[in-house]
């Protein structure tokens, strides 16, 4: 039967996408490829899709009606990261059956959501 099998990636429109490219390299690490993108293999098994209300407050305080969530190894070792670049977390929480969250906001006032899975979680 002919289906979606998952998301295959993020593509936005940025007013500096070279400064926005460099900040996600510097502060999350991401590996920016020549042409411009980064690519993940799944450290877990799951990709989440799943549309919000039109009036929902939890992608605040960022205006975009979109969040994105990356999912992390050490949600510390990135906050830390982000931490020595001077990019504080909007918030966390440690606590819940899902596992880690952190939030952060990009320079394009994007709101980021880092989760840590639970470890048994990892190989699902």
Do not use: C, H
């Not at 940025?14 to 400064?19: H, L, N, Q, T």
């Not at 799943?50 to 999912?71: H, Q």
């Amino acid at each position: 039967m002919a289906k979606v099998l998952g998301l295959g990636g993020i593509f936005f429109k940025a007013e500096d996408p070279a400064a926005l490219r460099e900040w996600y390299g510097r502060v999350l690490g991401f590996d920016v490829q020549s042409w411009g993108g980064a690519l993940f293999k799944y450290p877990a098994g799951k990709s989440t899709w799943s549309p919000f209300a039109a009036d929902t407050k939890y992608f605040e305080p960022s205006n975009a009606p979109f969040m994105i969530n990356f999912i992390v190894d050490d949600i510390d070792g990135v906050l830390a990261k982000a931490a020595a670049e001077g990019v504080e977390p909007l918030g966390r929480q440690d606590e819940g059956g899902m596992g880690r969250f952190a939030w952060l906001l990009d320079p394009a006032g994007v709101k980021i959501e880092l989760w840590e899975p639970v470890k048994a979680d990892a190989g699902a």
